[in-house]
């Protein structure tokens, strides 16, 4: 039965896209972006008009109007997913941060207190590698954005640098001319 469906999807898509090119606007779609040159791109306006079913067999004005409005609300709808689904993915990263920086803090009393080897420990543990893991949940995420790709990498550089100094305190490179 599915089987069927998507046979008979794939047919009608096929028998319609013919009318869907750019290049086949109707005469309405075409009068309506022709009026609208001052304001909007003409041939962004045949463009997205002219890719929608409802448009092209739109008979008036007020047809592609509707029609507009109905692409619109597809693409905020759309768009509010994906801020929806950012929202969560940056509310994790938010969690991320807050243990790293925690862990941080603690990094710096282990190594204060001299206690090199904790330090190394806890910031191998609870720190790198931190960044990379907001990085692959935004990337991998629903939402597919990464707003802060460049400050991710920066954070994951200085994490690993912070680390590889702890360990060489921790393996006493540092009492050996390092």
């Known amino acids: 039965m599915a089987q069927l469906i998507a046979i008979t999807i794939m047919l009608l898509a096929v028998a319609i896209a013919p009318g869907l090119a750019v290049g086949s606007s ?53 768009t509010l997913r994906v801020i929806s689904y950012l929202v969560d993915e940056l509310t994790t990263c938010r969690g991320y941060y807050s243990n790293l920086v ?36 935004l990337f991998e995420g629903n939402a597919h954005k990464d707003p802060f790709t460049q400050e991710n990498g920066e954070n994951d550089l200085l994490v690993r640098l912070a680390s590889a100094i702890i360990g060489l305190l921790n393996k006493n490179l540092v009492n050996h001319g390092f």
């Not at 191998?124 to 949940?137: E, F, H, K, Q």
């Open 26 to 78: 109707s005469s309405v779609i075409n009068a309506t972006c022709v009026a609208l040159k001052p304001l909007q791109p003409y041939d962004y306006c045949v463009g997205v008009l002219s890719a929608d079913p409802a448009a092209a067999a739109a008979t008036d004005v007020p047809g592609v109007a509707a029609a507009a409005v109905n692409i619109t609300a597809v693409k905020a709808a759309s």
């Open 102 to 137: 925690k862990s941080l803090a603690d990094v710096r009393v282990d190594l204060g207190a001299g206690r090199f080897s904790n330090a190394s420990l806890e910031i191998s543990a609870n720190a790198t590698g931190v960044p990379n893991d907001c990085d692959i949940l």
